[in-house]
Every structure is written in structure tokens, then in C-alpha cells.
Nanobody, 123 residues
Framework: QVQLVDSGGGLVQAGGSLRLSCVAA????????VAWFRQAPGKEREFVAA????????DYAASTKDRFTISRDNAKNTVYLQMNSLIPEDTAVYYC????????????????WGQGTQVTVSS
């Protein structure tokens, strides 16, 4: 069982930045691909970004590719999501998720999930 704790959300004005963190209580976390998903009220959960176990490959949704950066520090069992140029449409609860195999854009491929952190972008 991999426990994930995501944090770093908050209220920010449009154009601002936030950095989300996903910390794993798992000494073999470096074996897991990690993704960020988000869910806005009344909407389906959607893929945001993913990173392979080594950090060598990243993947982004089209809506976040030029503004968000996913990275990881395996020594700290932590994955980050740096979010820049935030817009109101980015408002959602953000979740990190992990899986042992390669990264995926489908939420159904991830077994382990964080509890979520709220990001609110005001206009």
C-alpha cells in the first residue's frame, strides 16, 4: 500500500503561480510513475501531467503543457507540479496518483491516490 499526501493548494489570482507537492510514505517510490489529475465541480476528473519513475519522460494535457511543469525528487519521495500563469479554469481539486508500471493518462490505471488539494484561481 502506497500512501500519498498532496499539498500546496490555495487561493491565487489569475496569472499567479503555485507549486503542489505529492509525498509518498513508501521507500520504493522511485519505482512508481506518478500523475496529477484534477476535478472541477460538476466535471469529470481529468489528466493534468505525468512523469515516469526516473523522471526521464513527462507528459502533459494540452491545456497545461506550456504552463505547468511536473518533476520529481526520488531522494525525497516527492513529486512536484509547478503551475504558472494560472487561469480561473484551473480551479479544481488536484490529486496525485501513482502506479508501478509506465505512466498513463487514464485515472483508471492508477491504484494509489492522494487526498486532494484545492486550487482556486480568482479572476
Amino acid at each position: 500500500q502506497v500512501q500519498l499526501v498532496d499539498s500546496g493548494g490555495g487561493l491565487v489570482q489569475a496569472g499567479g503561480s503555485l507549486r503542489l507537492s505529492c509525498v509518498a510514505a513508501e521507500r520504493t517510490f522511485s519505482n512508481y510513475a506518478v500523475a496529477w489529475f484534477r476535478q472541477a465541480p460538476g466535471k469529470e476528473r481529468e489528466f493534468v501531467a505525468a512523469i515516469t519513475w526516473s523522471g526521464g519522460t513527462t507528459d502533459y494535457a494540452a491545456s497545461t503543457k506550456d504552463r505547468f511543469t511536473i518533476s520529481r525528487d526520488n531522494a525525497k519521495n516527492t513529486v512536484y507540479l509547478q503551475m504558472n500563469s494560472l487561469i480561473p479554469e484551473d480551479t479544481a481539486v488536484y490529486y496525485c496518483a501513482a502506479r508501478r508500471l509506465g505512466h498513463s493518462r487514464s485515472q483508471y490505471d492508477y491504484r494509489y491516490w492522494g487526498q486532494g488539494t484545492q486550487v482556486t484561481v480568482s479572476s
